[in-house]
């Protein structure tokens, strides 16, 4: 997946003003499930011809301790048409998602809000004066995805923007947008999956998987038990210190394969294994406790009789 960052224009990281409390941010961190999801949300919009060119939505996520750092994690569609008279947002909509969301426990909050076309316009200047009052006072962040994919490879280019105002009337489309750097942010354990979405393979049959995908996968998990059998190995030999966490994630991961014999029922694998010798371990503490407690209580009652 490229970024297409390229832009003319220059990033002015300003100081605090009268009129800006908070720097804006010098880096926007996206989840790729926010970009999946953005353009299912625009190759599932409208295709009739008054229909708006693009599609916009809410952005959620959360910002470093001073700010200069935006994690982009979530996003929701929010309906909107326009055209070359007038726009109109369903801010009611809006609205009802965020005290929906507030209801389910969500951590994320408003951080901006995106448009799937790589161009900006007098609208987009509107649309980012009402999130800059649902951000306030944090800056909102603007999110721009070209859909558009050429023969070359190059496309599906992600840019981040902010917005400053400008000229001395304060009117919503009184404002420039300012480039600001996009990272896609995604956890070594989300590499497969982005792997077999990003890189080309035949087209598999309704019935079977794609032989090649399916040998690469098998690859890398090989690789991968091989790793976690060698830092295992190190650790019994004493080479390396164990690691109480990485020791929790092998437990985790291993207690969710079950042994199963043929002519029997799953006996619950290893997790259940250490269940029945803890349960063992703790019986048999019970008895030693209880010998010992009748070893004493014998004495007394000898002490007592002489």
Excluded at 175 to 204: G, M, N, Q
Aim: proline letters at 8%.
């Amino acid at each position: 997946m490229s970024l297409d960052t390229s832009s003319s224009a220059i990033h002015l990281n300003l100081p605090p003003t009268s009129t800006s409390q908070l720097r804006p941010p010098t880096l926007i961190t996206v989840h790729p499930s926010v970009v999946a999801s953005i353009l299912t949300h625009h190759s599932r919009r409208p295709t009739e011809a008054d229909a708006s060119p693009r599609v916009i939505g809410t952005l959620m996520g959360s910002r470093s301790d001073n700010g200069q750092e935006v994690d982009v994690r979530a996003c929701f569609a929010v309906p909107h048409k326009e055209d070359e008279n007038q726009i109109a947002v369903d801010m009611p909509f809006q609205q009802g998602m965020m005290q929906l969301l507030g209801k389910t426990g969500a951590k994320e909050s408003i951080v901006g809000w995106y448009a799937t076309h790589p161009t900006l316009n007098a609208y987009s200047a509107l649309i980012q004066n009402y999130f800059s009052g649902e951000t306030s006072p944090h800056p909102s962040i603007h999110l721009t995805i070209d859909t558009e994919l050429d023969p070359s490879g190059k496309g599906l280019g992600v840019k981040g923007w902010v917005s400053t105002q400008l000229g001395l009337s304060n009117k919503p489309e009184n404002c420039a947008f300012l480039p600001v750097p996009v990272v896609i942010k995604y956890a070594e354990s989300e590499r497969a999956a982005l792997d077999l979405l990003t890189t080309a393979a035949p087209t598999p049959s309704p019935s079977l998987p794609p032989l090649p995908t399916l040998s690469a996968s098998l690859g890398q998990l090989s690789e991968l038990i091989d790793q976690c059998l060698a830092y295992v190995q190190k650790v019994n030999s004493g080479e390396q210190s164990p690691d109480p966490e990485v020791g929790r994630y092998l437990l985790e991961g291993l207690g969710r394969w079950s042994s199963t014999k043929e002519g029997t029922e799953d006996e619950g694998g290893i997790k259940a294994g250490l269940q029945d010798t803890l349960t063992v371990s703790y019986l048999s503490n019970l008895v030693r406790s209880q010998i010992e407690l009748s070893g004493r209580l014998a004495l007394l009652q000898q002490a007592a009789a002489q």
